[in-house]
């Protein structure tokens, strides 16, 4: 969950604007304590401690939550609704290939199990939604098969993090915008 903030900034770095004053107002600190307490949930998960994994989807829905934050402080109502539709088309194809799979999630791990993120037990002993995927998966390129080393995500996931992008990304820019507004002012 923390590409998106990074490719927010490394956008938001090209355009020009300051990263800096995002960090300077307390409306990102919610987020940013949702992206840590995710960072450890995943630090779990590669010493095989499986045991927050159940709260995952609570989790999920919690931090997407935290960007309202963002979004109702800095108005960024067209911001949120463009990035609204992202998460409606990834929880699409994320729900029909699972209903094409029997319920289940069919995770396709590379580099995972490489950086030992994932290891030949994981699926078994976690007992999750998200399953092995083998030949007989439905929609393969649907299902999470994009292993970054630390997660395998789906296209789906790929659409939801879209809308955190955004969010952040139009963050970045309403604070400078209003950092040169409000400078203006004061020299008139």
Request: aromatic share 16%.
């Given at each position: 969950?923390?590409?998106?903030?990074?490719?927010?900034?490394?956008?938001?770095?090209?355009?020009?604007?300051?990263?800096?004053?995002?960090?300077?107002?307390?409306?990102?600190?919610?987020?940013?304590?949702?992206?840590?307490?995710?960072?450890?949930?995943?630090?779990?998960?590669?010493?095989?401690?499986?045991?927050?994994?159940?709260?995952?989807?609570?989790?999920?829905?919690?931090?997407?939550?935290?960007?309202?934050?963002?979004?109702?402080?800095?108005?960024?109502?067209?911001?949120?609704?463009?990035?609204?539709?992202?998460?409606?088309?990834?929880?699409?194809?994320?729900?029909?290939?699972?209903?094409?799979?029997?319920?289940?999630?069919?995770?396709?791990?590379?580099?995972?199990?490489?950086?030992?993120?994932?290891?030949?037990?994981?699926?078994?002993?976690?007992?999750?939604?998200?399953?092995?995927?083998?030949?007989?998966?439905?929609?393969?390129?649907?299902?999470?098969?994009?292993?970054?080393?630390?997660?395998?995500?789906?296209?789906?996931?790929?659409?939801?993090?879209?809308?955190?992008?955004?969010?952040?990304?139009?963050?970045?820019?309403?604070?400078?915008?209003?950092k040169i507004s409000n400078y203006?002012?004061?020299?008139?």
């Amino acid at each position: 969950m923390i590409e998106p903030m990074i490719l927010a900034f490394i956008v938001a770095k090209i355009k020009g604007y300051k990263i800096r004053p995002l960090f300077k107002t307390w409306a990102i600190y919610p987020l940013v304590l949702f992206l840590l307490m995710y960072v450890g949930l995943e630090i779990m998960m590669f010493s095989g401690n499986y045991t927050f994994i159940k709260y995952s989807g609570i989790f999920h829905y919690i931090y997407l939550l935290t960007f309202l934050v963002l979004i109702i402080k800095y108005k960024l109502n067209v911001s949120a609704i463009i990035g609204s539709l992202f998460i409606l088309i990834g929880s699409a194809l994320n729900n029909f290939v699972i209903a094409a799979n029997n319920g289940k999630m069919p995770v396709f791990p590379t580099l995972s199990y490489l950086t030992g993120y994932a290891k030949p037990d994981s699926f078994v002993r976690v007992n999750d939604i998200h399953i092995m995927g083998s030949g007989i998966t439905k929609y393969k390129f649907l299902s999470d098969v994009i292993d970054v080393g630390y997660c395998v995500m789906s296209i789906g996931d790929v659409f939801i993090r879209v809308f955190a992008f955004i969010i952040i990304y139009n963050t970045i820019k309403a604070i400078n915008k209003t950092k040169i507004s409000n400078y203006e002012s004061l020299s008139e």
